[in-house]
Nanobody, 126 residues
Framework: QERLQESGPGLVKVSQTLSLTCTVS??????????WNWVRQTPATGLEWIGA???????DYDPALRSRAFISIDAPKNQFTLHLSSVTPGDTAVYYC??????????????????WGQGTQVTVDT
């Protein structure tokens, strides 16, 4: 069974770059038609889609975050990583990695994805 697991720092300082890694087990990150997403959630904003990539080179990001977000894939490690630069307190959230087969940018709940991680809390410290 496919499993996704987020890892990374729980606390980052304002203006730093946040890097979170998602490790995929029980499945291959190189599978065609799979989209690998990063999303985040707060009680105030709900689920916010950050971006998605595929192994074949597709990439898409939320327009509001496009200038600061980048997702890379490490196929040998079966991992993908979110890099979010110039963080502010507004980036404080629970971050999730998730997988879908298309349309993930429009989802409003985690349950709509085919699989997702348990989430990791990130706090931006002023």
């Amino acid at each position: 069974q496919e499993r996704l697991q987020e890892s990374g720092p729980g606390l980052v300082k304002v203006s730093q770059t946040l890097s979170l890694t998602c490790t995929v087990s029980g499945g291959s990150i190189t599978t065609n038609s799979y989209y690998w997403n990063w999303v985040r959630q707060t009680p105030a904003t709900g689920l916010e889609w950050i971006g998605a990539v595929t192994y074949s080179g597709f990439a898409d990001y939320d327009p509001a975050l496009r200038s600061r977000a980048f997702i890379s894939i490490d196929a040998p490690k079966n991992q993908f990583t979110l890099h979010l630069s110039s963080v502010t307190p507004g980036d404080t959230a629970v971050y999730y990695c998730a997988r879908d087969r298309g349309g993930g940018k429009f989802y409003t709940t985690l349950y709509e994805y085919d699989s997702w991680g348990q989430g990791t809390q990130v706090t931006v410290d002023t």
